[in-house]
């Protein structure tokens, strides 16, 4: 049975529950940059994913591209250090990701920020998080995907081989070291994909 199969089935319990980070597995992918992944560190995905999707109060994003601002196809919400998340297995989720990583990190995961890719035409283009910090320091960006999985891509800056994760039904990836400036990566739009996802990133202050 695949990771993702066990995943799907895991997906529907009631209650989100989260696992060990225990089984959480390093690459490095080069020039400083590496990528750690924990497939299915959260059950119950598939009604968090709804929850989220329902209840949380989602805006668009609008960006200038050449001389016109323009919808970027999914939709956002952040939640600043001092706000609530919108459940509690998300404060859960980054402490216990504070509490692995703060040693590496020296600092604790502060922000959340949340996408909704509504179906498979939503996507986001090439990007490192490089705002404030990012753009000079090393960080660690920390994705929990609930719901219907689609592929991260990543690529180093300047050309060379792309990376593929499929991530959804409760996965887990970080971005660690140099990965947000000397890699980049994307969600690219999905004929396969029908479902919603929402993708939780974990980011330290000061970096977006
Ligand atoms: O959907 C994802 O997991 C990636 C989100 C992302 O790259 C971003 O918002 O910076």
């Known amino acids: 049975m695949t990771t993702h199969l066990q995943g799907s089935l895991f997906d529907q319990t009631d209650r989100p529950r989260l696992g060990p980070l225990t089984g959480i597995r390093r690459t490095v992918l080069g ?3 590496w990528i750690d992944v924990l497939p299915g560190w959260l059950t119950g995905s598939a009604p968090l ?3 989220l999707a329902a209840e949380v109060p989602w805006r668009a994003e609008r960006r200038t591209m050449y001389d016109h601002v323009v919808d970027v196809p999914r939709l956002l919400a952040f939640y600043g250090a001092d706000d609530p998340l919108p459940h509690p297995v998300l404060t859960e989720a980054r402490d216990a990701l504070g509490a692995h990583y703060g040693p590496e990190l020296g600092e604790p995961f502060a922000t959340a920020g949340l996408c909704l890719y509504r179906d498979g035409r939503d ?4 990007h490192g998080d490089r705002g404030g910090r990012g753009a000079r320091e090393d960080t660690m960006v920390a994705i929990l995907s609930v719901g ?3 592929d991260l891509l990543l690529r180093p800056v300047g050309g060379g081989g792309t990376v593929r994760r499929p991530l959804g039904h409760g996965d887990l ?4 070291g140099s990965c947000q400036r000397t890699w980049e990566h994307c969600v690219p739009k999905s004929g396969r994909a029908s479902g919603p996802r929402v993708s939780v990133q974990f980011r ?5």
Request: hydrophobic fraction near 35%; proline fraction near 5%; include cysteine.
């Open 31 to 33: 020039s400083g940059a």
């Open 49 to 51: 994913c709804e929850r």
């Open 123 to 126: 996507s986001v283009a090439w």
């Open 148 to 150: 219907t999985p689609r």
């Open 173 to 176: 990836i970080v971005m660690g």
């Open 204 to 208: 330290t202050r000061g970096v977006r």
